[in-house]
């Protein structure tokens, strides 16, 4: 009842504030590669916010008619034991700005790739669901990554992209040997027993409670109006820096302009407010699948490491706790940050990240006698 409460005064002021805000961050940044950005104690270099992009990879198994286009930053040496990133809601490659190049540096091919409605991917009106961003990421790994590298992948995912990385995982495990899940969204069968926020998208994670609450008594019509209220709020940048300062629970000095620019640009595209109403709404009234589900259909040998922000207000420290308990080889990295410890604590999950890839067994690439087209098949199984 309190939560109930609690949430649909958050929608009201939400929807109420839209009109209101106007958005004050200059839209200034250039298109330089890399612009070095010494960080005086840890001597981070960042990458540079680029609107057009890096990369595109054309997705011919995507559920769209003639493929989708897929955004994806490659660096370090292309012989390197191979590392995707992939971003949460609402952000993109760009999110992984000081760890790309610390990582690139240690030898490894890193590849930053956005997710189907997200970043400078295509933005189709499709149904966005795990299975999609899995297929998305399986394909990736099999015609983009596979290809040049020296032995199976890791990938790392935040937020909704650890989710998404996890359920990758399990479609192609003959193309990934490790997952690394920094602060993963995703709804446990028992969600209670984990205390974790099941939304735990930004704003659309009090949307996604307040859906699910009133699902027996609002309208479709009512939520879709709530949300896209909401979203046009929400994709402010004053809204967006607030948001961000709030997860960046102990340092959010990384929360800059460039940053938030790296979210709201991309939330300008037309199609950007019904997908998140698509996302939201599917997360909280139909999720596709749960990461109980996915857990156990993991390969046993598959490693899992949990880096985890311990201070995040959305994604609870027992949600990680809830993991280890359904996988007990799990190797978890507390990291004094909130929501996302990468851009916020990059130093410290740099270096976790790299001594974790250090000890994955860097198992062979079977070349497999036909070339393998993960979702030729659309829908593809269920997860
Ligand atoms: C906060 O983060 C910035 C940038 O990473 C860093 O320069 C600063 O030292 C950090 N502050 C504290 C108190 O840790």
Redo the contacts with the bound molecule.
Sequence with gaps: MMRLSRSIVLVVVLVSGAGGMVSAVARSMGVSMVAPRA?A?MALTSLAWRPDGHSFWRWDGSPVPGGSRVHYLAAGPEDGRPLVLVHGFGASWFHWRFNVPALAQRGYRVYAVDLLGFGLSDKPLTQYTAQLWAAQLADFATHVVAPRAPCKAAIAGNSLGGFASLAAAVVAPEFIEGVALLNAAGQFASPRAADADPGALADAGVLAAWMAETRARASELARRMVLFGSFQLTKQPARIRQVLTSVYAR?A??VDDELVQSIAAPAEDPNAAEIFYRIVSRNALEPSTTIDALLARLDPALQLLLLWGEHDPWIRPAAADKIIALRPSAVRVSVDAGHCPHDEAPAQVNDALVAWLEQLPGAKLIPPPEPIVVSARWPPPAL
């Design positions: 960080l104690h340092n000095s990384n």
